[in-house]
Nanobody
Framework: QVQLEESGGGWVQPGGSLRVSCVAS????????VAWFRQAPGKEREFVGA????????VYNEFAKGRFVITRDNAKNTVYMQMISLKPEDTAAYYC???????????????????WGQGTQVTVST
């Protein structure tokens, strides 16, 4: 059983930066992939990126490359996502999720993730 809790969302102006966090409560995360998804009103849930806990290896959706960076802190059982150059279209609820994902993926399929947090809202506007 894995429990996830996101924090760090908020309001930011276009071009600004924000870091969201996901604290995981689990005996061990060594076998898991932790991913970030987002969902804007009226849209489907969208894969942002993921990190494999054991190796720290990451994978990103195309729109996130160069702007979003996912890292993890083993000691704190926490995954971070640093977001820069934020755009209004980045406005969404951001969710972290944990799953046992094969090394070859798929990483971007929400159904592969068994555990989800409640989400944190990110709003990018003037």
């Amino acid at each position: 059983q894995v429990q996830l809790e996101e924090s760090g969302g908020g309001w930011v102006q276009p071009g600004g930066s924000l870091r969201v966090s996901c604290v995981a409560s689990a005996p061990t995360l060594s076998s898991y992939v932790v991913a970030w998804f987002r969902q804007a009103p009226g849209k489907e849930r969208e894969f942002v990126g993921a990190i494999r806990w054991s190796s720290g290896g990451t994978v990103y959706n195309e729109f996130a490359k160069g702007r979003f960076v996912i890292t993890r802190d083993n000691a704190k059982n926490t995954v971070y996502m640093q977001m820069i150059s934020l755009k209004p279209e980045d406005t969404a609820a951001y969710y972290c999720a944990a799953g046992l994902i094969d090394i070859y993926g798929p990483y971007n399929d929400p159904s592969q993730y068994a555990y989800w947090g409640q989400g944190t809202q990110v709003t990018v506007s003037t």
